[in-house]
């Protein structure tokens, strides 16, 4: 497993948003973590970065463990997160969030990195040397994933990517995530688009409260209905 | 939030901001017209006040610009560097120096100034935000910097007196143009002050730090995400802003001569104004505020009399707020992501 969790923890305050999480990422998988709103499954992601101090358990990186790194120490180590609603720096210009995207880096393949992005992303191109806050959600969304694509990282972590996105962007969306992980990266996607997620994902694991309610492959819980129960958010089925 | 910024942005904006340097210059040379030579002796002289304030502004709208942090210290560390300087030179600790111990006073000045920043950094910024999370969020950072204020103010009271003393240079060469008299000196701190000032904005917009910190502007926690270790670059803001305050007092001692553990408080108050005029967290605004502020003191001087100077400044800046709240140059909206 390229990312192992053990019986990770996170609180906030009083709320007790993951309680005892385990679970593992391999270096050639998609699993997706699904939930109803409140489950846990942003705090989960961020504590896995390291924007959330975690209250308990161990997280395990490539063998290392990396439960007391900072943030860019887990970028560096190959570990990148898509926040929840996109978070580009609008007072920077589109290039510049490239730039930003490479900051981690001092090899020499940089720029010829930056133009694979401007070809993936012609729209993006376009805009070049406009400010982020000119580009359109779905524009904005490959600004994200691209950026976080120029970490070079092992494993992405998206939170909700397909969020205020239309149909068709969301279709597009998926198509990206799986041509990324076809490139070799390793991918933990959260998401509400549950049907879309389990569509591309191997293995899911279905929070509820903080916990997983469910786990199994993606095949399965696509017909399981309890996945349907968690949905309504009783936390008691 | 939906914020364009005065840095970062396409300079949508860039005629209206050509515009404002055009009326106030317009201003000063109609005054010029109708007064001849004694006024444009004091705009001159306005200018050269104009460049200390505008040094101490632009520390000033950097921290808040980044941190969204007032840096209530920054007058001190002005005075750091005058006080220290005169002490040094005083106690006779500097007889190694001959002739050039006003020099090497006013940089160990600076030196002092600059490590007195790092100090503040230590302990209010990093150590609140490891103890309470964000710490640009908190009125904390600050009421401790304010206290940082008295604690530097008082150290120098308690050591080296409270009272206003002389530093004098071995060099009075004044230009003589067009009639007017120019202090060396003063022309020199103006250049001086203008060139640091055009360096940051060149790194602040090309460089990577510069994109690091106009990211940390925005927000810290995207900064961080992309590798950015925030807590390894905000003490490069608080070493710009010794080095600016240091650079400032030490242009401010040559030029007027005069040191006192008060000093910072004056200049201190004028650059925050200055700030404001230009509007919050634009770097050629701290500029343009600055030149004003100092051409408002000096003409206010020759027109009304020393008394009039800070109702006349303060009265300049409610207005200018009522007129256009952010300021000249400043970015539409106040808050985070101002650089
Ligand atoms: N910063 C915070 N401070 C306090 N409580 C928080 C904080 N962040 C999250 N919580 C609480 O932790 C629980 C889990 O929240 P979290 O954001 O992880 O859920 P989520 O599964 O991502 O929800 P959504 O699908 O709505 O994004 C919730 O009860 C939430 O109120
Ligand atoms: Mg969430």
Redesign the interface.
């Known amino acids: 497993m390229l990312l192992e969790v053990e019986n990770l923890d996170v609180r906030h305050g009083r709320t007790h948003a993951v309680k005892a999480l385990s679970f593992g990422v391999g270096a050639d998988e998609i699993v997706t973590v699904l939930g109803s709103n409140g489950a846990g499954k942003t705090s989960l992601l961020r504590a896995l ?1 390291g ?1 959330t101090p975690t209250s308990g358990g161990r997280v395990v990186f490539a063998g290392e463990d990396i439960t007391k790194l ?3 120490q887990r ?2 180590r190959g570990l ?2 898509v ?1 929840e609603g996109r ?7 589109v290039h ?1 969030n490239l ?3 490479v ?2 880096r001092d090899d020499g393949d940089i720029a010829r990195d930056i133009k694979r992005i401007y070809d993936r992303f012609p729209n993006l191109g376009a805009r070049r ?3 982020a ?1 000119v580009l359109s959600g779905g524009e904005q969304q490959m600004l994200a994933i691209g ?1 976080a694509l120029l ?1 070079r990282p092992r494993l992405m972590m998206l939170d909700e990517p397909s969020l205020g996105l239309s149909p068709l962007l969301v279709e597009r969306l998926f198509d990206l995530i799986v041509e990324i992980h076809r490139d070799g990266l390793a991918i933990l996607l959260v998401e509400q688009n549950t049907q879309m997620a389990l569509e591309i994902a191997g293995r899911g694991i279905v929070m509820e409260l903080g916990r997983a309610a469910l786990e199994g492959a993606a095949a399965d819980l696509r017909d399981d209905e309890r996945l349907a129960a968690a949905y309504l958010g009783d936390g008691h089925s | 939030m ?4 005065a ?4 300079m949508k904006s860039i005629t209206t901001k050509a515009l404002v340097v055009v009326v106030i210059a317009a201003v000063f040379a109609l005054a010029i017209a109708l007064g001849g030579r004694v006024i444009a002796q004091q705009i001159v002289s306005g200018l050269m006040l104009g460049a200390i304030y505008l040094t101490v502004a632009v520390a000033f709208t950097l921290t808040i610009g980044v941190l969204n942090f007032l840096n209530f210290t920054i007058p001190s560390l002005f005075m750091l560097t005058g006080m220290i300087a005169w002490g040094l030179r005083e106690k006779g600790l500097l007889g190694f120096a001959g002739g050039w111990a006003w020099l090497v006073a006013l940089i160990a000045g600076v030196v002092v100034a600059t490590a007195a920043s790092l100090v503040v950094e230590r302990f209010t910024f990093r150590y609140l935000k490891t103890r309470h999370g964000d710490a640009t969020e908190h009125a904390i950072p600050l009421v401790s910097s304010l206290g940082f204020l008295l604690i530097f103010e008082h150290l120098v009271i308690l050591t080296l007196g409270s009272e206003s003393q002389r530093f004098s240079v071995p060099f009075k060469a004044d230009i003589h143009l067009f009639g007017l008299v120019i202090g060396a000196p003063q022309l020199v701190s103006l250049g001086c002050a203008l060139l640091v000032v055009a360096a940051l904005t060149f790194v602040l917009k090309h460089t ?1 730090m510069g ?2 910190l ?2 940390i ?3 810290p ?9 925030v807590t390894r670059v905000v003490p490069v803001l608080f070493l710009l802003t010794g080095l600016l305050c240091g650079l400032a007092a030490a242009l401010f001692t040559v030029n007027y001569g005069d040191v006192s553990p008060f000093m910072g408080d004056h200049v201190g108050s004028k650059a925050i104004a200055a700030m404001v005029l230009g509007g919050i967290g634009s770097i050629w605004g701290a500029i343009l505020g600055g030149l004003v502020v100092g051409l408002t003191e000096t003409l206010s001087i020759h027109f009304f009399g020393g008394d009039s100077v800070e109702m006349i400044i303060w009265g300049l800046l409610l207005i200018v707020i009522i007129v256009r709240p952010r300021g000249l140059f400043g970015a539409v909206a106040v808050g985070k ?1 101002k ?1």
Do not use: H, K
Not at chain 2, 2 to 5: E, I, M, S
Not at chain 2, 221 to 229: F, M, N, Q, T, W
């Open positions: 970065q924007l900072s943030p860019p970028l560096r990148a997160l926040p978070q580009i720096a609008i007072s920077l210009t510049e730039l930003m995207g900051y981690c040397d406009m400010s806050s950026r970490a | 939906t914020n364009a910024t840095i970062g942005a396409p990577r994109r690091a106009r990211t502007a925005e927000n926690e995207i900064a961080s995400l992309l590798g950015v270790e992501g650089l």
